[in-house]
């Protein structure tokens, strides 16, 4: 069996799209992997229809710099974070109306809320440094 063919990194919102401190959405994925091939489309998908949160699909195998110490364990996990802090991360069923979900109780709860600290911050952190560039 021929493993899948890698996949391309996601083209980032524009940085004029998305407002600093803005939200963020990050799928950790891997190439090897079936589902994540499938949900790639309908992640992109959602990432044109919500141009005011930015998207980014981390493949942890080929940006392991990113994902550092964090296990993944199921794909496709997701980190949704309101620009500073980390607000979700762990998986996530792999379908858009599941994600547009999430996004818009987070969102809603947003004023104050907590984040999460530990290495999901640390995870957001680097992704949001290294794809602020």
């Known amino acids: 069996m021929s493993s899948p063919a ?4 996601s083209a980032p919102s524009s940085p004029a799209a998305t407002p600093p401190g803005g939200w963020w959405a990050v799928c ?3 190439a090897w992997c079936g589902t994540c091939g499938i949900y790639r489309p309908l992640f992109d998908e959602l990432a044109r229809a919500h141009p005011e949160v930015r998207f980014e699909w981390v493949d ?3 940006e392991s710099d990113l994902a550092g110490d964090l296990d993944v364990e199921t794909f496709p996990t997701l980190l949704i974070a309101d620009g500073q802090r980390a607000r ?5 069923l792999p379908q858009a109306p599941v994600l547009e979900r999430l996004l818009a ?3 809603a709860a947003a004023p ?5 600290g530990g290495e999901a911050q640390g995870v957001f952190e680097r992704v949001r440094a290294a794809r602020s560039r």
């Open 60 to 62: 942890i195998e080929d």
């Open 28 to 30: 950790l994925c891997a």
């Open 112 to 116: 104050g809320g907590a984040g999460l």
């Open 88 to 92: 979700f991360l762990g998986p996530l």
């Open 105 to 107: 109780s987070l969102r």
């Open 6 to 9: 890698a996949l391309p990194p």
